[in-house]
């Protein structure tokens, strides 16, 4: 298989993980949309920290004024699980070039953790699996900061809709079964959405 | 402003944890470890399933038959096993979660 191949092959194996990404990069973006961040600064968090639970837990700990240490040290906690990750496919990158290690560390999900781990425990090292870890991680990337951008500039601009409502509503029925990392979370729906709840 | 400096601490955080030993691609572990590191992936979402399931509002166990994360885990599990597909897994899962809620008057 040549290197394109690869890397369709890794998009075509994310599709059934955008299935349960992209309902909570909904979520994510519209409560977050309208808390007490800018749409860039919301957006801005899906594209630089881009980790669906620590993100849930910190706009709920935003919401109720918490501080910059207690934000930052939950971040580490929530997300230590990744030193795991990064250990588990550290045998994978050896001999690989500096950026694409940066490259593919960043973008190092829960997702595409388990999707890649199961293609190396499946297939062995090949030469260029690489590129299907590629293809896995830029589409679980760029699904998760689109539907966090869509929601966000659609809650923003037709406010009257109350899709916050329906939103906190989902965020409070969100299944075990949909998205594995956001469940550790799931019990703390931020102050402003249970405020605009409808009951 | 204030807000930017905690987005980029807690992506400087989150990206330190993920590079942390792709930082070292040279590094052998030694056989111990990576017996061990072999049941990461099984621990870990494990960890993070179960306590969904049985303790959904995170605190009180709910070993009853209206607990619906319970009974869609359990589902999900069945057609994972069944299946063997992971879209057949998180579709069903999602299908079975919102019809059960939507059947015992949840929603």
Known sequence: MSRNQFFVRGLRDSVPMLVGIAPFGIIFGTLAGVGGLTLWQAVGMSMFVYAGSAQFIVISL?????????????????NLRHVLY????????????????LLLAFWLTDETFAIVQRHYLVHGRTPLAHWYWLGVASSLY?????????????????PTWRVGDLS????????????????????????WSRARLPC | MTYWWL????????????????????????????QGLHYVPTAVLTAIVVPGM??????????SLDNVYLLAGVMSIGIAAISRSLLATIG??????????????QM
């Open chain 1, 86 to 101: 990064s250990a588990t496919l550290q045998p994978q990158v050896q001999g690989m070039p500096q950026r694409w290690r």
């Open chain 2, 54 to 63: 049985l303790l959904p509002d995170g605190a009180h166990w709910r070993l």
């Open chain 1, 142 to 158: 760029a699904c998760w900061v689109s539907s966090s951008l869509v929601a966000c500039c659609l809650v923003r601009r037709f």
């Open chain 1, 168 to 191: 906190s509503r989902c965020w409070q029925l969100s299944s075990v079964s949909s998205c594995p990392c956001c469940a550790t979370s799931r019990r703390s729906p931020p102050r």
């Open chain 2, 7 to 34: 987005i980029l601490g807690m992506a400087a955080i989150t990206f330190l944890m993920r590079y942390s030993l792709f930082a070292w691609p040279n590094l052998r572990f030694p056989p111990v470890v990576r």
């Open chain 2, 92 to 105: 069903g899962g999602l299908l079975v979660f919102f019809l059960l809620r939507w059947a015992m008057g």
């Open chain 1, 62 to 78: 935003m919401s109720a004024g918490a501080g910059a240490l207690v934000i930052l040290l939950t971040t580490f906690i929530v």
